[in-house]
């Protein structure tokens, strides 16, 4: 998926959304989404920054974003923050 400037932003996240709705164990770092999705770096970061703020994704201490409700499920799982 290549970013456009006349694509609208919903496209892009409706995208991301289901690609993490799809694969609840995805978890991937900001570079490696940026790549799968084709988007560029400053474009990744805003847009996965958004799903952190909505609680749709978590970032983990090592950087990954991963699904917020598959990972609370997970009973006594610590690696997990909320924000950038």
């Given at each position: 998926?290549?970013?456009?400037?006349?694509?609208?932003?919903?496209?892009?996240?409706?995208?991301?959304?289901?690609?993490?709705?799809?694969?609840p164990?995805?978890?991937?770092?900001?570079?490696?989404?940026?790549?799968?999705?084709?988007?560029?770096?400053?474009?990744?970061?805003?847009?996965?920054?958004?799903?952190?703020?909505?609680?749709?994704?978590?970032?983990?201490?090592?950087?990954?974003?991963?699904?917020?409700?598959?990972?609370?499920?997970?009973r006594?799982?610590?690696?997990?923050?909320?924000?950038?």
């Amino acid at each position: 998926m290549k970013s456009t400037p006349g694509r609208p932003a919903v496209d892009i996240i409706q995208r991301v959304r289901c690609e993490f709705l799809e694969m609840p164990g995805l978890r991937l770092t900001e570079k490696q989404a940026g790549r799968l999705w084709g988007l560029e770096p400053p474009l990744c970061s805003t847009l996965l920054r958004s799903l952190v703020d909505a609680g749709f994704l978590l970032r983990t201490r090592d950087g990954s974003y991963v699904r917020a409700d598959h990972v609370t499920a997970a009973r006594g799982y610590q690696g997990i923050y909320r924000g950038a």
